[in-house]
């Protein structure tokens, strides 16, 4: 299959922070420990050692699951699993004002059984985590966001 980031997609990305299945890059350090377990749909990313939230994001067919619907601002590890057949992405968007939505860093090809850690620094808002993957095969499309692969989530203070 041939994978085409959508235009939208790759407009405004920057360099990321991503790495392997165990470690974590980036401006911060991604020491200590914690899964960030949490449930409900009002939990809050579990901080770890070094006092960054975690929040574990499942991806699969055609769905964004994170483990938390808010996160106190500050230093937030993503922790992208991917639960599907496809390889997916996580992308993450802050929304302005106006409801438009600008892209701040993003971990791609993340492959079926595979996960990767994007590593940010959040001010209070509301963020989308999403899949922007869009795939050709056989003149079709297959457009991962439309088909349902985003979810917000709230930084607060």
């Not at 899964?35 to 770890?48: Q, R």
């Not at 938390?68 to 590890?77: F, L, R, Y």
């Not at 993003?106 to 509301?126: F, H």
Request: net charge negative; aromatic share 4%; glycine share 14%.
């Amino acid at each position: 299959m041939a994978s085409l980031a959508a235009a939208a997609g790759l407009a405004g990305c920057t360099g990321g922070a991503e790495s392997g299945n165990d470690s974590a890059n980036g401006s911060g350090g991604a020491n200590g420990s914690g899964n960030g377990s949490a449930n409900g749909s009002n939990a809050s990313g579990t901080p770890g050692a070094s006092g960054d939230r975690k929040v574990r994001v499942v991806l699969d067919e055609w769905q964004v699951k994170p483990d938390a619907k808010s996160v106190p601002s500050g230093q937030v590890t993503f922790n992208a699993v991917n639960k599907g057949h496809e390889v997916h992405e996580l992308v993450v968007r802050e929304r302005s004002d106006d409801g438009a939505y600008e892209e701040l860093d993003e971990v791609d090809d993340i492959g079926k059984g595979t996960s990767k850690k994007l590593q940010m620094k959040l001010e209070p808002g509301t963020y989308e985590l999403a899949c922007l993957i869009v795939e050709e095969e056989d003149g079709e499309t297959e457009d991962h966001y439309k088909l349902g692969m985003h979810e917000t989530i709230e930084v607060t203070n």
